[in-house]
């Protein structure tokens, strides 16, 4: 697996002469100038991302990183690591808004357990630790661990992209 530093390296920025070109086609279309936003700036994006101005999204994949807080410890939620089991597993049933946004947007879908304290079965678990520490009475975690999940995830969309994904 890659370090922070060789993935931060490895990730060249997006293409500017690709998105200008890309921008410029969006100009000239029958519809007032950038009147979508957000939209229009992150298919912009994509373009200068695969470094083409008629970019392909045809194999997509949304994947939510699921664990759970310490800082629960604190009573600022109203619910604990047993709701966030419960979460997951709706997610893995349709039952979850995410996942039928998912299915409703043609992407494939994946829960990854980065540090849940309740495992499920059918998550890809990638965990680190059983969930944070509290932060109100120290760190969550060591810089290390942090740094650690940042990697595990890159990790999971690196094999992601081989198998295909563009987004």
């Known amino acids: 697996m890659l370090r922070l ?81 419960q979460v997951v597993e709706n997610m893995l049933h349709q039952r979850a808004a995410i996942a039928l946004m998912s299915e409703n947007a043609g992407s494939d879908f994946l829960v990854a357990d980065i540090g849940m304290k309740e495992k499920v079965e059918g998550v890809l678990d990638i965990s680190l630790m059983c969930g944070t520490d509290n932060m109100a009475v120290g760190p969550a975690m060591s810089r290390e661990t942090a740094e650690a999940a940042i990697e595990a995830g890159a990790e999971l969309a690196r094999k992601k992209a081989a198998e295909g994904y563009q987004l």
């Open 5 to 85: 530093e060789e993935i931060c390296r490895g990730i060249p920025p997006a293409d500017t002469a690709v998105m200008n070109q890309v921008w410029k086609i969006w100009d000239n279309k029958c519809i007032p100038l950038r009147s979508l936003e957000w939209l229009q700036e992150t298919l912009v994006r994509i373009a200068g991302v695969q470094r083409n101005v008629q970019p392909r999204i045809q194999k997509k994949l949304t994947i939510v990183m699921a664990a759970d807080n310490g800082v629960i410890a604190e009573g600022v939620s109203q619910s604990d690591a047993h709701v966030t089991a």
